[in-house]
């Protein structure tokens, strides 16, 4: 597992050179507009600070046909505290982080699963159309 920390408060947690999870930290911050994710992923990730007055130009995005391999999926912690376990794509387990409010993670590939240590509030957000049970492989993880 290697764990990275590019900007303080973002990690890139990776195992064997594949990209595991990115993890926002309520902490983050920057005065530019910065996105931590590589452009072939199928989840972006960006943070985009705005001065009030700023103007984002009315836009649509254009038909684009994309391939999606595996499903990507952010968690934002809106309320409470979660630790997330991951693993590698061979269901090996990597490590775990703990979550807080305003945390968000990108889970980019191998396996995950989630312990709930405080009363909490998950958003979470991937890519559809969702196929249910069929979509999942469930696993002996640590819990």
Same mark, same amino acid.
């Given at each position: 597992?290697?764990?990275?920390?590019?900007?303080?408060?973002?990690?890139?947690?990776?195992?064997?050179?594949?990209?595991?999870?990115?993890?926002?930290?309520?902490?983050?911050?920057?005065?530019?507009?910065?996105?931590?994710?590589?452009?072939?992923?199928?989840?972006?990730?960006?943070?985009?600070?705005? @001065?009030?007055?700023?103007?984002?130009?009315?836009?649509?995005?254009?038909?684009?046909?994309?391939?999606?391999?595996?499903?990507?999926?952010?968690?934002?912690?809106?309320?409470?505290?979660?630790?997330?376990?991951?693993?590698?794509?061979?269901?090996?387990?990597?490590?775990?982080?703990?979550?807080?409010?305003?945390?968000?993670?990108?889970?980019?590939?191998?396996?995950?699963?989630?312990?709930?240590?405080?009363?909490?509030?998950?958003?979470?957000? @991937?890519?559809?159309?969702?196929?249910?049970?069929?979509?999942?492989?469930?696993?002996?993880?640590?819990?």
């Amino acid at each position: 597992m290697v764990k990275e920390i590019p900007i303080e408060g973002s990690e890139y947690i990776y195992s064997k050179g594949e990209l595991i999870a990115v993890i926002l930290r309520n902490n983050f911050k920057s005065e530019k507009i910065v996105f931590l994710t590589p452009n072939n992923l199928s989840q972006q990730l960006g943070y985009l600070p705005h @001065k009030k007055g700023n103007i984002i130009r009315a836009h649509r995005h254009v038909y684009n046909k994309r391939e999606v391999h595996f499903t990507q999926e952010m968690i934002l912690i809106k309320k409470g505290k979660v630790k997330v376990n991951l693993y590698d794509s061979q269901k090996n387990y990597i490590c775990s982080e703990t979550l807080t409010e305003g945390d968000i993670i990108l889970l980019c590939g191998g396996g995950h699963g989630f312990e709930i240590l405080e009363d909490s509030v998950m958003i979470e957000l @991937k890519q559809g159309p969702y196929t249910g049970e069929e979509d999942k492989e469930r696993f002996d993880g640590i819990e």
